[in-house]
């Protein structure tokens, strides 16, 4: 009796675990349901936001490979705009969130409820960006042309150690004009001074 006693016990703590680990089962599967409904939702509303920029994104310029533009998988979607910034739903499932990654952490740059809202804010962000590059292209263009006028400026002026020779060679020059007109101008006042000499001289003669 008693050997029988202890198979009944044991039979029923196996039957006690074998039923826990099948509620464990439900309850992981309920969860990973409910996790599977959150992220298609999220995805859901993802998409129709990225719907309605289709025409925002279809405007960038063909040239500019910044922008990403696409919905990506994963537990948490995200719609992604460029590398630091993307679209996610917060987690009442409604709400759509613009962030940005910065230096100094993410930041929110829109948040509402409305997709519109959000949109909008998008697509001036997307603006802000095509502006951006199109300054950085036209500044670039700026000093090549401002490098070309150096150039030329340089290449009509001549070179340094030309003009250091030719500035040499004019105060040598002057100098000499100078020591002439000395030499001169002490030659004449030696004939005023010795004038009488050089006449009596002269009569002796």
């Given at each position: 009796?008693?050997d029988?006693?202890?198979?009944?016990?044991?039979?029923?703590?196996s039957?006690?675990l074998s039923?826990?680990?099948?509620?464990?089962?439900?309850?992981?599967?309920?969860?990973?349901?409910?996790?599977?409904?959150?992220?298609?939702?999220?995805?859901?509303?993802l998409d129709?936001?990225a719907?309605?920029?289709?025409?925002?994104?279809?405007?960038v310029?063909?040239d500019?490979?910044?922008?990403?533009?696409?919905?990506?998988s994963?537990?948490?979607?995200?719609?992604?705009?460029?590398?630091?910034?993307?679209?996610?739903?917060?987690?009442d499932?409604?709400?759509?969130r613009?962030?940005?990654?910065?230096?100094?952490?993410?930041?929110?740059?829109?948040?509402?409820?409305?997709?519109k809202?959000?949109a909008d804010?998008v697509?001036?962000?997307?603006?802000?960006?095509?502006?951006?590059?199109?300054?950085?292209?036209?500044?670039g263009?700026e000093?090549?042309v401002?490098?070309?006028k150096r150039?030329?400026?340089?290449?009509?002026?001549?070179p340094l150690?030309?003009?250091?020779?030719?500035?040499g060679?004019?105060?040598?020059?002057?100098?000499?004009?100078?020591?002439?007109?000395g030499?001169?101008?002490?030659?004449a006042?030696?004939?005023?001074?010795?004038w009488?000499?050089i006449?009596a001289?002269?009569?002796?003669?």
């Amino acid at each position: 009796m008693k050997d029988a006693g202890e198979n009944i016990t044991q039979i029923d703590q196996s039957r006690k675990l074998s039923d826990a680990i099948r509620d464990v089962k439900n309850a992981f599967a309920d969860r990973d349901d409910v996790v599977v409904d959150m992220r298609e939702a999220h995805r859901m509303r993802l998409d129709l936001l990225a719907a309605e920029l289709a025409s925002v994104f279809a405007d960038v310029p063909t040239d500019m490979d910044s922008f990403d533009f696409a919905v990506s998988s994963g537990l948490q979607p995200r719609l992604w705009i460029d590398a630091v910034s993307h679209v996610a739903m917060g987690r009442d499932r409604r709400t759509y969130r613009f962030l940005k990654d910065t230096r100094i952490g993410r930041v929110v740059l829109a948040e509402s409820t409305d997709m519109k809202v959000v949109a909008d804010q998008v697509t001036r962000y997307v603006a802000e960006r095509v502006v951006e590059r199109q300054r950085m292209m036209e500044g670039g263009i700026e000093q090549a042309v401002a490098g070309l006028k150096r150039a030329l400026v340089a290449e009509a002026e001549p070179p340094l150690h030309v003009a250091a020779r030719s500035n040499g060679w004019s105060a040598f020059f002057s100098g000499l004009g100078l020591i002439a007109a000395g030499a001169l101008v002490g030659l004449a006042i030696s004939l005023v001074l010795f004038w009488d000499r050089i006449v009596a001289m002269k009569i002796s003669f």
